[in-house]
């Protein structure tokens, strides 16, 4: 047994360690083999259809984002509502924001479990290696955080991957082509050259940290939760937390609710209530007492700032001349 697995096999353990040079390489490594792969129309990708979106199903789970799953060797079963899809070494899966699935994972003869996944955050984005830590059951080996303020972007690429996966059109093959390239290019060269703002804090914080991201929508994390899994209590943490970052650690949860939150506004046509439960507020006029705090306007004042900007966007002109400004699409010659 690793020492890695023998660590992982204790209880306190919450996460993996951080990256070293080699788990970095091999990251890259696998990213680029399926870049190569797409480039040369050999890719093995697979998508669930989105039955079920946004269902509560017993045994599964699903997240308001989607997930990248790179499958290094092992294979991993994903049940989702109506089928079951056996994800195998080269196969990259992504699972579509909101389906509910249940992940068991094997190993094969001569052959351990191991995956590369992508999670996305609040502007932040998770890579992580996983490894079998117990018969069928996934566990993080190391994680590294990178921070993303362009994160729209990486959700707009895996949404549209999704969206046009299963489409019957001429240009379907060419599209999904197009998109793996431009998605596992983006992640690769955020591994190479991203900032990993997250990764600088050590021991407990950066356990808490991932805790908080990764629980985000469980309504009953706090302080003394996060104390409980990290066996010190909530004092200590909370004072350990502020000494190493500045800020209470009820503000930094409820900081990251509040952004996750409003990317949700921008980028889904989810409603508030729906919003505030993934967020983690079973309340939703609680919800939005605090969005305001952070915020300074509403949750439904967000949403529609928003959108007016977007519309005073589409409203500007569409070419700029030195003499004048053109608000047309332009002009056919005949």
């Not at 991957?161 to 992640?187: C, E, F, Q, T, W």
Request: hydrophobic share 35%; net charge positive.
């Amino acid at each position: 047994m690793s020492e890695r697995t023998q660590q992982a096999a204790k209880p306190e353990l919450l996460i993996g360690g951080l990256l070293t040079s080699k788990d970095r390489v091999e990251i890259l490594e696998t990213l680029e083999k399926r870049i190569h792969d797409a480039e040369y129309n050999a890719l093995s990708l697979k998508i669930p259809r989105d039955d079920g979106r946004l269902q509560k199903r017993p045994g599964m789970h699903f997240h308001f984002k989607p997930e990248i799953f790179i499958q290094i060797s092992g294979f991993t079963e994903f049940s989702v509502p109506g089928e079951v899809l056996t994800v195998r070494p080269g196969d990259v899966c992504i699972m579509p924001a909101g389906v509910p699935h249940q992940e068991t994972i094997y190993s094969q003869k001569g052959a351990s479990f191991r995956n590369l996944v992508v999670g996305f955050y609040s502007n932040a984005i998770s890579v992580h290696l996983a490894f079998e830590v117990e018969p069928h059951k996934p566990e993080i080996d190391v994680i590294a955080f990178y921070d993303a303020p362009n994160l729209d972007v990486f959700l707009t690429l895996a949404n549209s991957l999704v969206n046009n996966y299963h489409k019957r059109k001429p240009s379907r093959d060419r599209i999904v082509k197009g998109l793996s390239i431009a998605l596992l290019s983006m992640v690769k060269s955020l591994v190479e050259t991203g900032s990993d703002g997250l990764n600088q804090d050590i021991g407990k914080v950066f356990q808490v940290k991932w805790l908080v991201r990764e629980q985000i929508s469980n309504a009953k994390l706090n302080v003394k939760t996060l104390a409980d899994r990290l066996k010190c209590s909530p004092d200590y943490l909370s004072h350990l937390f502020i000494q190493q970052t500045g800020e209470k650690l009820t503000h930094y949860i409820q900081r990251i609710r509040i952004e996750g939150a409003a990317l949700a506004l921008q980028t889904t046509p989810l409603y508030v209530s729906e919003i505030a439960w993934s967020s983690g507020f079973s309340d939703p006029a609680y919800f939005a007492r605090v969005f305001k705090k952070f915020m300074n306007v509403t949750p439904q004042e967000y949403r529609a700032q928003r959108e007016e900007k977007r519309r005073q966007e589409e409203a500007a002109p569409k070419t700029i001349y030195y003499d004048r400004e053109d608000y047309s699409a332009g002009t056919p010659h005949r």
